[in-house]
């Protein structure tokens, strides 16, 4: 997107729930750059500082430690907000299936304060972080938007809610909402440490320490991997139509393509080996497939395209090169 299309929030403010999380930090910097206000909620269970400290002495960037699971926090939050951009939750399948209760608390009790909160707070919008999970154990191949499967996990349940919630919300309180079904989204500030790192910045660590990164299974599982400028130019475009036919609807967000994990892991090997040439000897190895883990994602991007003009300009060769620099050049400050 460029600034003139953006001029639509001036003198608005956005709030950014998980605001210090990998999405939404990307959200935040990009907003601050067209001079945009922005409200960060987060209560860094999964968020980090380091992410938001460059804005912090930003007047137009205003940060609030809160929990959306107090309905307290979210009213404070989308006090003055014009636009919210629902971030916060807590992914991973893995950890869902380990810890529901806590899954379930913060994905969809949070997820309802904060529809209650932007509901009383009368925000214009209300764009919010769905996921590709949703489709569960539909198999066909591309992923359009009103075909879904079982859920697979609890993770994949509370995003599913998250739709029917939001849904609801503009049926009986006419509150207009879009939600993204992320796939795979990847890029700067993704965080290569924790239980529930994803694969791209684990494998990247794994690299760079001369590690043999692991995949799980043979490799042949595929994901639709999506560059977080493109999921950054969807939300803007979320919350800058003026298509009312756009708006109380869910969208893919992704590129269009699938790549297996095998041969994602040869690419970062190719591209990681252009900064160290050791880096080209590491072996890759395997162990057994993931419980909850759907063999294979890839989105149809159609509806997105033709109700909000969305354009991904970044395919998985081109936006690995600009993670693979990212992430060098911050392992090399540590």
């Given amino acids: 997107m460029n600034k003139e299309q953006l001029l639509v929030l001036n003198n608005t403010t956005v709030l950014v729930t998980g605001g210090a999380g990998f999405i939404g930090s990307n959200l ?12 960060c909620l987060d209560n860094f269970a999964t968020g980090k500082r380091k992410n938001i400290e460059p804005f912090l ?3 137009g960037f205003k940060l609030i430690e809160g929990d959306i699971r107090s309905l307290a926090d979210c009213n404070k939050a989308c006090k003055d907000v014009d636009f919210v951009l629902h ?18 608390d913060v994905n969809i ?6 529809l209650v909160a932007a509901r009383d707070a009368k925000v214009k919008r209300f764009v919010y972080a769905a996921s590709s999970s949703t489709y569960g154990d539909h198999e066909a ?3 359009v938007e009103d075909v879904i499967g079982k859920p697979l996990s609890p993770y994949a349940i509370t995003k599913y809610v998250n739709e029917l919630y939001a849904d609801i919300f503009h049926k009986t ?21 924790g239980a529930y790192a994803a694969v791209i910045p684990k494998f990247v660590q794994q690299f760079v320490t001369h590690e043999s990164p692991i995949i799980n299974g043979d490799g042949s599982y595929s994901r639709d991997f999506t560059y977080i400028d493109n999921v950054v130019q969807m939300n803007l475009r979320a919350i800058t139509t003026s298509n009312k036919n756009a708006l109380n609807n869910v969208y893919n967000v992704a590129y269009g393509e699938r790549t297996t994990l095998l041969e994602l892991a040869t690419l970062l ?16 190895k395997h162990r057994e497939n993931r419980i909850g883990d759907i063999p294979h994602s890839l989105a149809s991007i159609n509806k997105a395209k033709e109700l909000l003009n969305y354009n991904p300009k970044y395919n998985i060769s081109s936006g690995l090169k600009e993670a693979v620099k990212w992430y060098w050049e911050s392992l090399q400050k540590k």
């Fill in 109 to 114: 009790s949070g997820f309802l304060n904060m």
């Fill in 173 to 193: 309180y006419d509150l207009d909402t879009v939600g993204l079904r992320y796939f795979n989204v990847f890029g700067k500030r993704q965080d290569p440490d």
């Fill in 87 to 104: 971030q916060a939750a807590l992914g991973s399948v893995p950890r869902s299936i380990n810890d529901p209760i806590t899954t379930n």
């Fill in 141 to 143: 191949l591309p992923k």
């Fill in 28 to 39: 935040c910097e990009t907003l601050l750059d067209n001079n945009i206000k922005v409200v």
């Fill in 269 to 284: 090997k190719q591209y990681l080996s252009e900064y160290d040439s050791s880096i080209d000897n590491i072996e890759i």
């Fill in 57 to 59: 002495d930003n007047p």
